[in-house]
């Protein structure tokens, strides 16, 4: 209830370049906002702030709060809330400072907290570190652009063909105008980065300025080593797991003009598709997931699918997201390999048996199926992996979607039951549960060992939910 009247009276006062944990904000909008504003940038100034949620002071949070709440009692329950302790060992342990990692008013307190920040950034950094209306145009620029015309008049074909060839290799503004500035910002929780068009020397000032007013007004630090200064034409900044740099090329033509020329470009770092590869590589080549072997194919390309998914589409916005192809060949090999490992089949086989054609918003395409029947009248489970294009969406926006209370959930083993789906044959039909005392009740492990007390020593499961012919070949064992 108090997140919700704090979002109720906030939400409307924040910041439009604050995108963390609001309402139809979210990491892609943060990311979308610097893709399509910020063309020219030459800097970039990567904020992060040290342990921001564990750091949050008490007495300046109820300070911001008082501006605004004139209610004694409900800044009081606030302080409590905050002061409330943590138990550690059964022995009660103060909180000095902070919210509560993994409470519900974190998120709406930290960008409460923040907001200050962006005031400061907005209302004296922007002001300040902004001049002029565009910049002055390049005298190289304009001296060729006569020379150019004077050429066309004459009829000097190949004088024009080569001037304007020259054209296309210079900046038709200044890039290093003393009269043009440009300071753009956005933040996504403890998460800042600021873009300037102008020189380094007033980069590090405004670094500065920014780690003064957070000690000063906010008691908070700038992490030194993910603090970083970037030039935006020859490295890439990291921001919200994506690289972004600047780049310009004379050499792209788009509708008679240069394409490329000071463009932001979002891009997925070679580090994450290395570390998404990794627990499916052995040796560098595609394995079986062995801790997958018990279940079954539906199971196994759920698994595989939804992890895909997670990745992928969370990188439509990078330019090379065709890139993540690398990720698509290591999982989908992977997945082939451990059911064709577990039914001592071959990988082609398994190709043969899931691949399948869909119909999806962008076409046909090609991608694994399994399915789970549940019975009569009712539609079987479908998992997929794959039939996502590869190609950049420059207006995809993931929301963050805000969390939903289910009161509705069964138990595990309920649900287990209720799917009536045998976990020794795969049958589905009526199920019964089959429960040990404890794992170490199981008979001994060895090639006499049944294949019901493998599964249930491989899950770590005192249950096992089995149809009525394998629980009476358990008992009469």
Known sequence: MIRLLLEAYYEPSFSGHSHGFRPGGGCHTALREVATTWTGTSWFIEGDVSDCF??????????????????????????????????????????????????????????????????????????EYTQGESRNRNPAYRKVEQALAQARKRGDRALARELRGRLRSLPSKDPRDPGYRRLRYVRYADDTLLGFAGPKSEVEHIKARLAQFLREDLKLE??????????????????????????????????????????????????????????????????????????????????????????????????????????????????????????????????????????????????LQGSRERGPGRKPLVARFGGIPLKRQKFAVLTDLQPARDTTRRKELIERLLSAHCEICGRNDKAT?????????????????????????????????????????????
Request: one cysteine or more; proline letters at 5%; charged letters at 25%.
């Open 433 to 477: 549960v089959h429960q040990v005392r404890k794992l170490a009740d199981l008979p001994a492990t060895g090639p006499t060992q049944p294949e019901w007390a493998r599964i249930m020593a491989r899950r770590r499961r005192k249950t096992l939910v089995v149809c009525h012919p394998c629980h009476d070949v358990i008992h009469n064992r």
């Open 54 to 127: 564990g750091s949050l002071d008490h007495d300046i949070m109820i300070d911001i709060l008082a501006e605004k709440i004139r209610d004694g009692r409900f800044l009081r329950l606030l302080r409590n809330m905050l002061q409330a302790g943590y138990l550690e060992d059964r022995v009660w342990n103060a909180t000095l400072s902070g919210a509560p990692q993994g409470g519900v008013l974190s998120p709406i307190l930290s960008n409460i907290y923040l907001h200050r920040l962006d005031n400061f950034v907005e209302t004296v950094l922007i002001p």
């Open 222 to 367: 700038l992490s030194q080593d993910k603090t970083l200064i970037t030039h935006a034409r020859t490295r890439a900044a990291r921001f919200l797991g994506y690289e972004i740099a600047v780049k310009h090329d004379d050499t792209k033509i788009s509708h008679g003009r240069r394409g490329l020329t000071a463009m932001i470009s979002l891009n997925v770092p070679a580090t994450v598709i290395k570390a998404q590869c990794a627990p499916y590589l052995q040796r560098g080549k595609p394995a079986r997931q062995p801790s997958l072997t018990a279940m079954d194919d539906y199971s196994i390309i759920n698994v595989h699918g939804a992890r895909y998914r997670g990745v992928v589409q969370y990188y439509p916005l990078a330019g090379d997201v065709y890139r993540l192809s690398r990720l698509h060949w290591v999982m989908q090999t992977s997945l082939l390999k451990t059911p064709a490992g577990k039914h001592r089949s071959s990988v082609a086989k398994m190709v043969r048996k899931f691949k399948t054609t869909i119909e999806t918003p962008t076409g046909r395409r090609i991608c």
